[in-house]
């Protein structure tokens, strides 16, 4: 007896076949590299993030020329002040960490496009993104100076500012501040749908911006709410925000492809720092494939419709791309 069935296997026979066909790509031009700056001397480890250092102003020139040799085409910059004052005073200072890194960059390197986070989370005692009175943290109080750090970083030569705030109102700000001052062809990228997530663990010890109190659940997001989502980044389109963000990525891939569909804004996935420190960790007990795991987490992010993807993986996919694998 004859059978008769689809052969969907004869596309995957030969290496060239299967990536001729491959529906989605991930390239170098994807990615944008978080970078932690201080004002130390020298490269210091984030105990939980390996790979990934505080890189001081004296070796900045140095890591910036690897990234581009590396072909890794923007920066997502964040700032480690010396000290902490309750109105963030060196997230917004000419001299700040974010502000010198970036005048430095742009007289060795004018070719990396430079996103600044903006925030004022780590640069106050409570470690929250706000002003804090007593256990509040004030919305409009906070504007104006999420606004000012945004127009700090740009007179600095900053390329995109990226306010991951999350308070109501702050596209609308610093969209405003900047037009005042002239600079109205600088993109804003907001962190648009950021949960309340246990993912950024890490991250809160590379940024030293852990809140002394409480937790962030009063403005980021719940996990639990998409519709949400959808809310939060048309509020930022009306407002002025020209790219979103979708934070985290991976255990969010479903908000990525509701966002995607929804906006014809760019889509950027932040692939957070404890996405990258639970596979950095498996990877070192011998657990997993890391580069079969970091490259399936890339496409999954592409695939759901992110067009650009903030990782701390970027320095290793450039090396897992020039092997042309994938």
Same mark, same amino acid.
């Given at each position: 007896?004859?059978?008769?069935?689809?052969?969907?296997?004869?596309?995957? /026979?030969?290496?060239?076949?299967?990536?001729?066909?491959?529906?989605?790509?991930?390239?170098?031009?994807?990615?944008?590299?978080?970078?932690?700056?201080?004002?130390?001397?020298?490269?210091?480890?984030?105990?939980?993030?390996?790979?990934?250092?505080?890189?001081?102003?004296? &070796?900045?020139?140095?890591?910036?020329?690897?990234?581009?040799?590396?072909?890794?085409?923007?920066?997502?910059?964040?700032?480690?002040?010396?000290?902490?004052?309750?109105?963030?005073?060196?997230?917004?200072?000419?001299?700040? =960490?974010?502000?010198?890194? =970036?005048?430095?960059?742009?007289?060795?390197?004018?070719?990396?496009?430079?996103?600044?986070?903006?925030?004022?989370?780590?640069?106050?005692?409570?470690?929250?993104?706000?002003?804090?009175?007593?256990?509040? =943290?004030?919305?409009?109080?906070?504007?104006?100076?999420?606004?000012?750090? +945004?127009?700090?970083?740009?007179?600095?030569?900053?390329?995109?500012?990226?306010?991951?705030?999350?308070?109501?109102?702050?596209?609308?700000?610093?969209?405003?501040?900047?037009?005042?001052?002239?600079?109205?062809?600088?993109?804003?990228? /907001?962190?648009?749908?950021?949960?309340?997530?246990?993912?950024?663990?890490?991250?809160?010890?590379?940024?030293?911006?852990?809140?002394?109190?409480?937790?962030?659940?009063?403005? &980021?997001?719940?996990?639990?709410?998409?519709?949400?989502?959808?809310?939060?980044?048309? /509020?930022?389109?009306?407002?002025?925000?020209?790219?979103?963000?979708?934070?985290?990525?991976?255990?969010?891939?479903?908000?990525?492809?509701?966002?995607?569909?929804?906006?014809?804004?760019?889509?950027?996935?932040?692939?957070? /720092?404890?996405?990258?420190?639970?596979?950095? +960790?498996? +990877?070192? &007990?011998?657990?997993?494939?890391?580069?079969?795991?970091?490259?399936?987490?890339?496409?999954?992010?592409?695939? +759901?419709?992110?067009?650009?993807?903030?990782?701390?993986?970027?320095?290793?996919?450039?090396?897992?791309?020039?092997?042309?694998?994938?």
């Amino acid at each position: 007896m004859e059978l008769r069935f689809d052969r969907h296997r004869r596309l995957r /026979s030969h290496p060239a076949l299967r990536s001729m066909v491959r529906e989605t790509q991930v390239t170098m031009q994807d990615f944008i590299y978080p970078l932690f700056v201080t004002h130390e001397h020298g490269y210091h480890p984030v105990a939980s993030m390996p790979g990934v250092m505080h890189v001081g102003l004296d &070796q900045l020139d140095r890591e910036i020329a690897l990234l581009s040799e590396l072909g890794v085409p923007s920066i997502m910059l964040f700032g480690l002040p010396q000290n902490k004052d309750d109105l963030s005073s060196e997230a917004y200072a000419t001299d700040g =960490i974010v502000q010198q890194a =970036i005048r430095q960059i742009k007289k060795t390197n004018d070719h990396m496009l430079i996103m600044t986070d903006v925030c004022l989370c780590q640069y106050n005692p409570a470690g929250h993104c706000g002003i804090v009175q007593g256990d509040q =943290i004030l919305n409009d109080e906070s504007l104006a100076l999420i606004a000012q750090t +945004a127009l700090s970083h740009v007179q600095a030569g900053a390329d995109v500012v990226a306010p991951s705030d999350m308070m109501d109102g702050r596209i609308a700000a610093i969209r405003a501040i900047l037009d005042e001052h002239h600079f109205y062809h600088t993109p804003i990228l /907001s962190y648009a749908v950021k949960y309340a997530s246990a993912f950024y663990g890490p991250f809160r010890e590379a940024a030293h911006s852990a809140p002394a109190f409480g937790d962030r659940k009063t403005y &980021q997001m719940d996990p639990a709410n998409v519709r949400e989502a959808i809310l939060e980044a048309e /509020s930022d389109r009306k407002e002025g925000a020209d790219m979103l963000m979708v934070k985290p990525a991976l255990a969010f891939l479903d908000v990525i492809k509701t966002v995607r569909d929804s906006f014809s804004l760019p889509v950027v996935a932040y692939n957070v /720092s404890g996405e990258y420190a639970m596979i950095k +960790a498996a +990877a070192q &007990q011998g657990w997993i494939d890391e580069q079969q795991i970091v490259m399936e987490s890339m496409i999954a992010m592409k695939r +759901a419709g992110a067009d650009m993807i903030i990782s701390y993986f970027a320095k290793d996919v450039a090396g897992y791309l020039a092997k042309k694998e994938y």
